[in-house]
């Protein structure tokens, strides 16, 4: 037994292998929980060699929700408390993890995982399966493991991108930003609670119909970006 399985309680497999449902018509699953209401994460370490076991097949899912509710984030600009329970969903995808996701899930439009993968030195690597997702146009991720690297040589690749959240990476940085100019399908970016300078955001949001959040209110996760444009990202 691997240390990815040892950390799953054995009375809990069956419950993982159950949350997909097993109908290959299946075109939504959502699985979401409030860190703020009710502490540990839903998901353990090593779930997701059940959840996406070998063999399970679901062709037609278009939209995959995990982690924290989608309520919390609307697209509208009220994305603060979604980011705060990214900071607190817990990783539980690793090594694998992505893979597992895509051979089961080949096709989603839709896919939210933030706060999910686990942070390490192959990050890189294990977010890499994303760019199989060729479907792929809204895309939700965040917590530790999101890093420059994975935003130059994942998330910049992702060409047929519509709409891309970063949420409390704070390893996402400006070199990660200016990767994300690349994406020229891009229409709305919203970056929460990330490593971006005040510099940079001003320089991108100075060309667009944009908003660049920065509140008094202590609440209030900085910095915040907002971008919806009808054209491609400036280089900045």
């Not at 996406?52 to 899912?61: E, I, S, T």
């Not at 919390?72 to 705060?84: E, I, L, P, R």
């Not at 690349?182 to 709305?188: A, E, G, S, T, V």
């Not at 660049?212 to 202590?218: F, H, N, R």
């Amino acid at each position: 037994m691997n240390s990815a399985l040892a950390a799953l309680p054995a009375s809990r497999v069956a419950e993982y292998s159950a949350l997909l449902p097993l109908s290959q018509h299946i075109t939504r699953v959502e699985l979401t929980w409030d860190p703020h209401v009710g502490g540990a994460g839903m998901l353990r370490a090593g779930c997701d060699q059940h959840m996406f076991a070998a063999g399970r097949q679901l062709p037609q899912l278009k939209q995959l929700v995990l982690g924290a509710p989608a309520s919390f984030w609307d697209w509208a600009g009220t994305s603060d408390q979604y980011a705060m329970r990214v900071k607190g969903v817990g990783p539980c995808l690793g090594e694998g993890s992505l893979s597992r996701l895509v051979s089961c899930c080949p096709g989603p439009e839709q896919l939210w995982i933030a706060g999910l993968m686990q942070p390490g030195a192959a990050v890189y690597n294990n977010m890499k399966p994303l760019l199989r997702l060729t479907a792929l146009r809204e895309l939700c991720v965040g917590g530790r493991a999101v890093n420059d690297d994975v935003a130059c040589f994942v998330l910049a690749r992702l060409s047929s991108l519509q709409r891309l959240g970063v949420f409390a990476a704070g390893n996402f940085t400006d070199e990660g930003l200016r990767a994300l100019t690349r994406l020229q399908q891009l229409q709305h970016l919203e970056v929460v609670g990330c490593g971006i300078s005040a510099e940079v955001s001003t320089n991108i949001l100075a060309c667009y119909n944009s908003r660049w959040y920065d509140s008094d209110d202590e609440r209030s996760i900085k910095p915040r970006i907002q971008l919806k444009q009808q054209d491609p990202l400036p280089p900045v």
